[in-house]
């Protein structure tokens, strides 16, 4: 089993920026794709990004390419996703997921945080 538990979400004005934070235990960390979703109220769940084992392989939703970086630190067991440039419709419980490829598909990831809120205002 894995277990996640996301951290960092909160309200903040259209244009800050934050940090999400994703705490990994359970299975060997370093073998699994973490992702990063959200899910907006009535949509439907959505990729946000995610990070190969190594680090070194990123995919990148084309609504958030070139202002959201996700990044993992094996060492702590944690994976990050630095949000600069928010907008309102970037509002949304954002979720952390463990899974074994480098995908946007939600089922080809097996493990799930509860999710952690951001709300951004206008």
């Known amino acids: 089993q894995v277990q996640l538990v996301e951290s960092g979400g909160g309200l903040v004005q259209a244009g800050d920026s934050l940090r999400l934070s994703c705490a990994v235990s359970?299975?060997?960390?370093?073998?699994?794709?973490l992702g990063w979703f959200r899910q907006a109220p009535g949509k439907e769940r959505e990729f946000v990004a995610a990070?190969?084992?190594?680090?070194?392989?990123?995919y990148y939703a084309d609504s958030v390419k070139g202002r959201f970086t996700i990044s993992r630190d094996n060492a702590k067991n944690t994976v990050f996703l630095q949000m600069h440039s928010l907008k309102p419709e970037d509002t949304a419980v954002y979720h952390c997921?463990?899974?074994?490829?480098?995908?946007?598909?939600?089922?080809?990831?097996?493990?799930w945080g509860q999710g952690t809120q951001v709300t951004v205002s206008s």
């Open positions: 359970g299975r060997t960390f370093s073998n699994y794709t």
């Open positions: 997921a463990a899974g074994r490829s480098l995908s946007a598909y939600h089922r080809n990831y097996d493990y």
């Open positions: 990070i190969k084992w190594s680090g070194d392989g990123t």
